[in-house]
């Protein structure tokens, strides 16, 4: 009996010491939980969004421009989108934001770049939109947005599926094991985990 408590401990070992593997993890970050409390207004020095985040949420009004970058996005082609929104409660206001964006930092002005034109939204027939950026194979892993909002208010919602992280599984607990097991253990290290585990079985059958 001894013999078989002790072998069934040294495959739990086994397994737990391979299964140190990683799981993707995502979430949603808000403008409000930006360090500055919200998205930069300076082209030069852009909010970053670190990889982990896959969902981000933000509001602009008229006449305020709002910089950010995904500086952690997987290389190669995706899709990143773009919805816009008219805040609950807005009834008898047009907003209107124009987009650019670029793989690469904005080099003299937040108006460089790719740009789809002007998005409008109006309470009484389009209170939401959503603009779809197409990212080739040779994307290397950074997109710089730029959102200019030229009048009323809106709710901004960026998803970018290949913005997650990746985290590290915590090990398995120690299972505590009697000291022939340990014995066993060291004759897994020079021999390898299945010849252990074949003489475990030999010797629980004698």
């Not at 197409?134 to 009323?152: K, Q, T, V």
Request: a neutral charge; charged letters at 15%; hydrophobic letters at 35%.
């Amino acid at each position: 009996m001894k013999i078989r408590r002790a072998c069934k401990q040294l495959a739990a070992v086994i397994v737990a010491s391979v299964s140190f593997g990683g799981a993707s993890f995502a979430a949603t970050l808000n403008e409000a939980d930006l360090a500055s409390r919200q998205v930069s207004s300076d082209w030069s020095r852009p909010s970053e969004i670190v990889d982990g985040y896959d969902q981000f949420i933000g509001y602009g009004y008229g006449h305020g421009n709002e910089y950010l970058y995904f500086s952690g996005l997987r290389a190669g082609a995706q899709q990143v989108k773009l919805t816009l929104a008219l805040p609950e409660g807005v009834n008898d206001q047009w907003s209107t934001m124009n987009l650019n964006y670029k793989t690469t930092p904005f080099q003299y002005s937040g108006f460089e770049g790719a740009t789809p034109g002007q998005f409008q939204l109006n309470p009484n027939t389009t209170r939401e939109t959503s603009y779809t950026i197409s990212l080739g194979d040779e994307f290397s892993g950074a997109l710089y947005l730029a959102l200019h909002f030229n009048n009323g208010p809106m709710t901004y919602f960026i998803e970018a599926p290949g913005n997650t992280g990746f985290q590290p599984q915590p090990p398995t607990t120690p299972v505590p094991l009697p000291a022939g097991v340990l014995l066993l253990g060291s004759a897994v290290a020079g021999l390898g985990g299945a010849t252990a585990l074949k003489r475990c079985k030999s010797k629980r059958n004698q």
